[in-house]
């Protein structure tokens, strides 16, 4: 079977042209990896070579031998679909953890988003933390959510609050809140251990006046958190500049909710 013709290239290539179409890839701004397990990439081994290996700053034995459909250094989302042998590459995770193999894609002489470590810190925690379902990251430009983190404190629980209180959907499909951290050097292993930490508990990671780190099951899951997260923080600065909340979903409505739906809202954001 051709590459091109697998799913979860089909899913990058089409939800690459949504995030351009959103305006959350401009330029070569944002990146996206897909954990792919041996026995998933089994059926395509004849596709796959041995190209540059490097090795890592860190060791990652929990995805030892996995694969990765990662876009490329200095991609532009907009092309994606239409060149994506260029614009994308898989790597291979070595055995012991501690190096990655190119072995598909990067045509044309490409390599890994440069964010490819702060990827795989936080692949490496949502895989435990998820039993294995957690197979994709995303970051992104998403415009209203970086506005948002130059209006407000950043903190957690505020920052949850506030969008929880845009849309009842909100608390329903992120419950455990969203993450937040101040600006830090983008491509560093600072950020990425950083972010990895608040993966931990947080499905959504903002990077303030930066984007924003997504992981879930699929690439619909994570786009439609950041789509959900970055509606609610459009509404919040219509809301602001129109002169501020006169009414709000209360605390107690939100509880509500989230029990309606077996949910657990983030600890402290409601009390």
Known sequence: MDMLKTPFLADMMRLSKEIYA????????????????????????????????????????????????????????????????E???????????????????????????SELPAHLLSHAVRKKNSQGKDKIVLHTHATNLIALSFVLPLDTRVVT???????????????????????????SLEIGHATAELMKSHSLVMWAHHGIFGAGKNMDQVFGLI?????????????????????AITPEELKALANAFGLAPLAGVLD
């Not at 990146?31 to 290996?53: A, D, V, Y």
């Not at 506030?162 to 937040?180: A, H, K, Q, T």
């Not at 789509?227 to 219509?238: H, S």
């Open 227 to 247: 789509e959900t997260a970055d509606k609610a923080a459009e509404m919040l600065l219509k809301v602001m500049a129109a002169g501020g909340k006169k009414q």
């Open 161 to 187: 609050k506030e969008l929880w209180e845009m849309m009842s959907e909100c608390v329903v499909l992120f419950p455990d809140g969203i993450g937040v951290m101040p600006w830090m050097m983008p491509g």
């Open 22 to 85: 959103k305006g959350w890839g401009e330029a070569n701004g944002g990146n996206i990896s897909m954990r792919i397990t041996p026995e998933e990439m089994f059926p395509f081994q004849h596709c796959l070579t041995t190209g540059i290996t490097t090795k890592l700053p860190f060791s990652l034995p929990e995805l030892a031998g996995d694969y990765f459909l990662v876009t490329g250094t200095g991609v532009f989302y907009r092309n994606i679909a239409d060149y994506p042998h």
């Open 87 to 113: 614009s994308l590459g898989i790597v291979k995770i070595s055995d012991d953890g501690n190096k990655t193999t190119m072995v598909w894609g990067y045509t044309s002489g490409g390599r890994p988003t």
